[in-house]
């Protein structure tokens, strides 16, 4: 016996600009795990969803592999984002 494949009809942007990685327009940064003590890198913030949070004051979460925890990151480390983001957009 043979199954039916239905093919469901799904809509979908011509253009995909982030079809190649969820992470391939993301801004990398550091942030010290409070558990741990050891600086992870962070990857899936876009530079635009880091303004915005920015600039709306909402927090920005780092992971820890290590842990598996969530954590805000610091005030320092917002200002040190800030800086690099705004070092980039002037690149």
């Given at each position: 016996?043979?199954a ?7 809509a ?78 002037l690149?």
């Amino acid at each position: 016996m043979s199954a039916k494949i239905i093919h469901l009809a799904v809509a979908r942007p011509t253009t995909w600009p982030y079809r190649d990685s969820l992470f391939t327009d993301s801004v990398p940064f550091m942030s010290m795990c409070p558990t741990c003590n050891d600086s992870r890198a962070q990857v899936g913030y876009s530079p635009w969803g880091l303004l915005r949070r920015l600039n709306d004051d909402r927090p920005i979460e780092a992971f820890c592999v290590v842990c598996n925890q969530f954590w805000p990151i610091t005030a320092q480390e917002r200002g040190q984002l800030a800086e690099e983001l705004e070092r980039l957009r002037l690149s």
